[in-house]
């Protein structure tokens, strides 16, 4: 009881969803779609011990596809939906703090583990979290959106299910602010890497001898931007290529923002932008996360944009992932990412054709109507309430 109410990720407040999902894959009238995390593609098989060739993201889709779901889609490109918004917003909120606006850095918000964090301890910097979405959340919002409309199916009959690395997920995909235009949550239902390392079991699907299939068109590419997300640094590295992009008109040299990389807890770099300086943070484990926050509202440091995973290494290390008693493999995982962005065909987010077909047929551009609408939260629309924030102060931070 105590772990689970003091942990401040969630990452202890374990569900299994597991039925959940077996009673909406037999139910005829509902249409399952299921995302599969940035992160996953690094650890979903090995339960089997497989080799990084017999365990792509392609031979996860094979393994599922038998499971009866309707569409397998990659949360990659929803990443790149984010950094199209984030880049964008990250511009914004510069041109405020140069215009006498709060001074702090714009922070991430792709962690829900971060945000409860930050909304329990430092209420001060609410109003500078990015009002993006996670890509979680994004590819929900879209699902029941343009993709039910490109689809032609009802929304309400929509179960949409995601594969994450994480048990905060589970959490944030039931904030009463994370819901579409309707008013249902944009996912349905979160399951862990473990939880679908049991099911494929349970299913007795034969994991080392499968052909790799395709993501679901259209919405299934990610960029290298949107892989690299699972890793400490990557989402500060891939919003810095779209930003770049943006503010220059140029394409970003290869690996020109890689200064963010590594298992560092606080790393931090300066970045020319054809004039424009841009001074930026990345931190993972909530006590790195305190210092950094400490530090912040002191005015000892000052930054622009700042990353914060609560998970350290981020969520190639989180909390839903394969637990090896004794083995930390946040660094080999990310390696992988890192790899699978260095041969990509395409490594700006808004380079992806999804990404740029999307904007075209459904949300014009960047922070347009429709994209705050959808794509955006009040972050102050779910707030803590005062009794967990009590109890997380009084517990010591995770991530030490
Ligand atoms: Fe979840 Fe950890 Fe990733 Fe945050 S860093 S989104 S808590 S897995």
């Not at 945000?115 to 919002?141: I, N, W």
């Not at 579409?180 to 939880?195: F, I, K, N």
């Not at 640094?233 to 290529?241: C, K, S």
Request: aromatic share 8%.
């Amino acid at each position: 009881g105590q772990c689970i109410t003091h942990c401040p990720t969630g990452a202890l407040r374990e569900r299994d969803d597991v039925m959940r999902v077996y009673d909406a894959l037999a139910d005829p009238d509902v249409t399952t779609i299921v995302q599969i995390a940035p992160s996953v593609r690094t650890s979903w098989a090995e339960h089997w011990g497989l080799s990084d060739e017999k365990a792509t993201i392609q031979h996860m889709v094979a393994a599922l596809r038998p499971m009866g779901f309707d569409y397998i889609v990659n949360t990659d490109f929803s990443a790149d939906l984010t950094i199209m918004e984030e880049g964008t917003e990250l511009l914004e909120h510069m041109r405020r703090n140069a215009n006498g606006g709060s001074g702090f850095p714009m922070f991430t918000s792709c962690c829900p583990g971060w945000v409860r964090f930050v909304k329990a301890h430092y209420p001060e910097l609410v109003d500078d979290v990015s009002t993006s979405k996670s890509p979680q959340q994004m590819f929900g919002a879209v699902v029941k959106s343009y993709y039910a409309e490109m689809l032609g199916i009802d929304p309400h009959k929509i179960f949409s299910l995601s594969i994450m690395p994480c048990v905060a997920k589970k959490a944030e995909c039931a904030y009463p602010n994370m819901n579409d235009a309707c008013g249902d949550p944009d996912v349905d239902c979160v399951l862990t890497v473990r939880e679908v390392s049991r099911m494929l079991r349970a299913d007795h699907v034969d994991v080392a001898n499968l052909e790799p299939e395709p993501f679901d068109e259209p919405l299934g590419y990610g960029t290298g931007a949107g892989i690299i997300f699972g890793a400490t640094g990557g989402v500060m590295e891939a919003a810095l290529r779209t930003a770049y992009h943006i503010v220059t008109g140029k394409v970003p040299k290869d690996d020109m923002f890689d200064e963010v990389r590594g298992l560092r807890g606080w790393k931090e770099a300066t970045f020319d932008m054809d004039g424009t300086k841009v001074r930026v943070a990345v931190a993972s484990g909530l006590q790195n996360a305190k210092d950094l926050c400490d530090a912040i509202v002191s005015g000892e440091v000052s930054y622009d944009f700042v990353e914060v995973m609560a998970c350290p290494g981020g969520c190639v290390g989180g909390g839903g992932q394969p637990i090896h008693d004794g083995e930390e493999l946040a660094g080999p995982r990310g390696k992988v990412l890192y790899g699978l962005d260095r041969v990509a065909k395409y490594r700006n987010s808004y380079e992806n054709p999804d990404i740029v077909r999307c904007y075209k047929e459904y949300f014009g551009e960047p922070l347009s109507e429709r994209a705050e609408k959808l794509l955006h939260t009040d972050q102050h629309g779910w707030m803590m309430p005062a009794e967990w924030i009590r109890q997380a102060e009084e517990a010591p931070a995770a991530g030490e």
